[in-house]
T-cell receptor
Framework: GAGVSQTPSNKVTEKGKYVELRCDPI?????LYWYRQSLGQGPEFLIY????????DSGLPNDRFFAVRPEGSVSTLKIQRTERGDSAVYLC?????????????FGPGTRLTVL | AQSVAQPEDQVNVAEGNPLTVKCTYS??????LFWYVQYPNRGLQFLLK??????LVKGSYGFEAEFNKSQTSFHLKKPSALVSDSALYFC????????????FGAGTRLFVKA
């Protein structure tokens, strides 16, 4: 079956602009995670959804970052007033049961470059 | 606070030899522990996890890992390395006391030489 997909694969924007990154999880997966990965680092947790609600948003770095999952499937990560330090690969992952520590299935990521 | 340390940026091993990729962790409660692998131009893939029970867990592609509570370690091992095992390996931990934040280490690049 289809895995986790993310669009766009690459996004180049200018400082101060608004961007949206999309994640399509595996069908039926109720848990969805967003991470960002900088060069030479491991993924950094941003936010976790169980269904439609954000159960843990403790990793969002500031109020410029926001994520939604209105119907419990597709999720969008939104970044306002982008800064050069936001440049990274943004990863999405989904898993079948969020409350249990099941394996996460990762998408290929969106590479965001802020000029 | 949760943390994960992978003390080696790179591990080099000859094909056919055993390999170990080290990981130590810090959590306030009991840990859930994971290993993921990232091949070039591919997404992160799950290898194995420790939740509870037997300290030695077996995973995909012949990998295994040993949970050592006293040393707060979860080292990844394989008895006989393959060139195709060359990739970037990440250890991750999640605290069982609440929350869903998964913390990843910085990664260890494994290079298996033929």
């Amino acid at each position: 079956g289809a895995g986790v997909s993310q669009t766009p694969s690459n996004k180049v924007t200018e400082k101060g602009k608004y961007v949206e990154l999309r994640c399509d999880p595996i069908s039926g997966h109720t848990a969805l995670y967003w991470y960002r990965q900088s060069l030479g680092q491991g993924p950094e947790f941003l936010i976790y959804f169980q269904g439609t609600g954000a159960a843990d948003d403790s990793g969002l770095p500031n109020d410029r970052f926001f994520a939604v999952r209105p119907e419990g499937s597709v999720s969008t990560l939104k970044i306002q007033r982008t800064e050069r330090g936001d440049s990274a690969v943004y990863l999405c992952a989904s898993s079948s049961i969020g409350g249990s520590p099941n394996e996460q299935f990762f998408g290929p990521g969106t590479r965001l470059t802020v000029l | 606070a949760q943390s994960v340390a992978q003390p080696e940026d790179q591990v080099n091993v000859a094909e056919g030899n055993p390999l170990t990729v080290k990981c130590t962790y810090s959590v306030s409660g009991n840990p859930y522990l994971f290993w993921y692998v990232q091949y070039p131009n591919r997404g992160l893939q799950f290898l194995l996890k420790y939740i509870t029970g037997d300290n030695l867990v077996k995973g995909s592609y012949g990998f295994e890992a040993e949970f050592n509570k006293s040393q707060t370690s979860f080292h990844l091992k394989k008895p006989s390395a393959l060139v195709s095992d060359s990739a970037l390996y990440f250890c991750a931990v999640r605290d069982t006391t609440g929350g869903f934040k998964t913390i990843f280490g910085a990664g260890t690049r494994l290079f298996v030489k033929a």
